[in-house]
């Protein structure tokens, strides 16, 4: 119900990836949150604006944001480095490839040498996962995303990070991946990806059938939790009234009954 005794809308999908996004920088304490994304930058106000009120909010380069998510200030790039080696930052990227031990390609499709297609490059992929927190949102789940192996490795996996050793593994940390169907961690066997929860709608067939690798399934899968009365009326009137959210996750697929395929 609002403050005027309406009954709410259901709660969208676009507004489950949302909440997920959020609780990705639950407990965070004082540090720089960079959202890269429509539904991560209302995600991240979100959790200002509530359970993390000590967040640092940036446009996830270089601008300082406040709550409305106008600017309030510049970050220079040396002290946006010197926060993001020494571990204040929690950066949520983007991935255009990502397997099941993290690693995550942004940089082309198919052999580096001679790529199908050329992306965004490798860019701070490296830096961001090798000292800092770093979180993934793909807004569309499928098995052109979600790969056995990726082309090419921006972001660091936990194999990798093993491989290389103490200096690799010091700060290495992926807390999540947010997709449109469900929440994702690391902490299936040898830090395999394991789903930790399904968005409300979402079967665990449609995820096995979406993902391009054996996924880490435990057997009770909870749903991602509801938004509260208070989260819901700050997600549509105060932080995004006109509803970008909708413009990466527009609704829920055809799924038939929430408990199908459970």
């Known amino acids: 119900m609002t403050a005027t005794g309406a009954e709410q809308p259901p709660v969208t999908r676009a507004e489950y990836c949302?909440?997920?996004?959020a609780e990705a920088w639950r407990d965070n304490g004082e540090v720089l949150a960079s959202p890269m994304g429509l539904i991560p930058s209302v995600g991240a106000r979100l959790a200002k604006r509530t359970f993390s009120p000590d967040l640092l909010l940036t446009d996830g380069?270089?601008?300082l944001v406040g709550l409305d998510g106008t600017p309030e200030g510049w970050l220079?790039?040396?002290?946006h480095l010197t926060m993001v080696t020494g571990g204040r930052r929690h950066v949520m990227m983007g991935a255009s490839q990502i397997d099941r031990f993290g690693n995550q390609n942004?940089?082309?499709i198919g052999d580096w040498a001679r790529p199908a297609r050329q992306l965004l490059g490798v860019r701070g992929a490296p830096v961001n996962t090798l000292n800092n927190p770093t979180s993934y949102w793909?807004?569309?789940h499928s098995r052109r995303v979600f790969v056995e192996k990726v082309d090419m490795v921006c972001g660091v996996g936990?194999?990798?990070?093993a491989?290389?050793?103490?200096?690799?593994t010091r700060f290495h940390h992926l807390p999540r991946v947010v997709s449109d169907l469900g929440v994702f961690d690391f902490t299936g066997p040898g830090h395999a990806m394991r789903l930790a929860s399904l968005h409300p709608g979402v079967t665990v067939g449609q995820v096995r059938e979406a993902t391009g690798f054996d996924l880490h399934i435990p057997p009770d899968v909870p749903y991602t939790r509801e938004p509260?009365?208070?989260e819901l009326e700050l997600i549509r009137v105060v932080i995004d009234p006109k509803d970008t959210r909708s413009r990466e996750v527009a609704g829920p697929r055809p799924l038939g009954t929430p408990e199908a395929g459970r």
């Open 18 to 21: 949302v909440i997920a996004c």
């Open 61 to 63: 380069e270089a601008l």
């Open 76 to 79: 220079p790039y040396r002290q």
């Open 106 to 108: 942004i940089a082309c």
């Open 138 to 140: 793909v807004p569309r």
């Open 158 to 161: 936990y194999d990798r990070a």
């Open 163 to 168: 491989a290389a050793g103490p200096s690799a």
């Open 228 to 230: 509260t009365a208070e």
